[in-house]
């Protein structure tokens, strides 16, 4: 079978193991912020930014749930962060900032969803994930692969489970407003409108690991206070059951590590948690600093340590680079699709992707790889 011997023979496979060295990361800054309407159709306006108002006491994370607008799960396409990318570089030309040279400069493009994966790989025991990967003008477009099984699989929740998932937007609707709080995000909150998830507000920023620049596109939950056009009052909300033991307490400070990178990743200062009963009574409400989480699980049992992710992180995308920049032209497609495969506790595999793959990728629409050709029509006009 000489397909199967071309993909062994150029696959590479990146170990967890290795010395540790401190890597940088730069505050992430916004570009822009866009929102999804009620049908979830794009829009280049905060019509969807909610401000943080404290929620009510022991309220009932049940409430309207069968009124839940619930977006179907569906694959993670790259289409609506790349429109916010050619957007950016538009503006960047309006103002002759030279936006062409500005995408050259991008080493990766990709919703914060697959960093966080990426970047919290080191201590992932359980789950499994793919990517589908590009390069395109020496910049990496990261996308998940989502196998059919899986895709079902978020589709078929359980109910207690999907009651479960809903006691976090339950949250959400409690904890923000269509307007501002009267007194600095003070202000004790009702109910915050039914939920639809269709609905969402993102930011997409740009940032730095090592010397790589990297563009991340996120929701976000609500801001305090104002929006001021920058990350500082950025809120992320989350739910959790409450903590009564040291169990418990190590269960949620292993939770902690993927709260922080979703959160840092996005410059997203602080996050604010519902502690809720399994019944979904909210009892206790606690906001975190993002950047003073790593030092709260310091030392504990089961402790983990960013630099681990950050350091892992920065070899990841110096594989995939070298990998794919040395990628032997015998190949013959001048951009093939990469598939990243990950295996908790073991490491990643990088191999490019036979034909029969790149359909399922593909899946019929007028695409180059998994990247529409609307994207290359654009930045290489
Ligand atoms: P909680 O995080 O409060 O449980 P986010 O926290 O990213 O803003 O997402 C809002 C809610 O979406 C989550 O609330 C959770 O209910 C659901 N959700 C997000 N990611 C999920 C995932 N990978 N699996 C299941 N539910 C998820
Ligand atoms: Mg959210
Ligand atoms: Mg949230």
């Given amino acids: 079978m000489p397909q199967t011997a071309v993909k062994l023979a150029y696959s590479t496979v990146l170990r967890m193991a290795g010395p540790i060295s401190p890597v940088a990361f730069q505050q992430p800054s916004s570009l822009l912020t866009f929102s999804y309407s009620p049908s979830h159709e794009l829009e280049f306006t905060d019509s969807a930014l909610r401000y943080y108002v404290h929620p009510p006491r022991n309220a009932d994370l049940r409430h309207g749930y069968d ?5 179907p799960e569906e694959r993670g396409r790259i289409d609506n962060l790349l429109r916010a990318v050619i957007r950016v570089r538009t503006n960047m030309d309006a103002q002759d900032l030279n936006g062409a040279g500005w995408l050259r400069d991008i080493g990766i493009v990709s919703w914060r969803g697959v960093m966080t994966k990426i970047m919290t790989a080191p201590y992932e025991e359980r789950d499994s994930w793919e990517l589908n990967v590009m390069m395109v003008d020496g910049t990496l477009y990261f996308e998940e692969h989502l196998t059919e099984n899986k895709l079902a699989e978020k589709n078929n929740v359980a109910p207690h489970h999907r009651m479960q998932m809903y006691y976090g937007y339950a949250f959400e609707s409690y904890c923000t407003s269509s307007t501002p709080a009267p007194s600095k995000g003070t202000a004790a909150g009702t109910w915050g409108g039914d939920v639809n998830t269709n609905v969402q507000w993102c930011s997409v920023v740009k940032t730095k690991l090592g010397d790589t620049r990297i563009v991340i596109g996120g929701e976000v939950d609500c801001v305090r206070g104002h929006f001021t056009g920058n990350t500082d009052s950025f809120v992320e909300l989350k739910t959790s059951l409450i903590i009564r033991g040291a169990q418990d307490e ?19 200062p602080e996050i604010v948690v519902g502690f809720r009963t399994a019944a979904g009574r909210l009892s206790k409400v606690q906001s975190f600093r993002t950047m003073e989480i790593p030092r709260l699980v310091r030392n504990k049992p089961g402790a983990w340590d960013p630099l681990v992710c950050l350091d892992w992180g920065k070899r990841f995308i ?3 680079k070298s990998t794919i920049v040395s990628r032997p032209s015998t190949l013959g497609d001048p951009l093939p699709v990469w598939r990243v495969k990950f295996t908790p506790r073991s490491g990643v595999t990088i191999s490019p992707l036979d034909k029969p793959g790149l359909d399922e990728v593909v899946n019929g629409e007028d695409r180059v790889g998994f990247l529409p050709q609307w994207y290359f029509d654009d930045i290489r006009s």
């Fill in 250 to 268: 190590a269960h949620f400070e292993k939770k902690l590590l993927k709260f922080y990178f979703q959160s840092f990743l996005l410059g997203v």
């Fill in 318 to 320: 110096e594989l995939l």
């Fill in 67 to 71: 009124r839940w607008i619930r977006r």
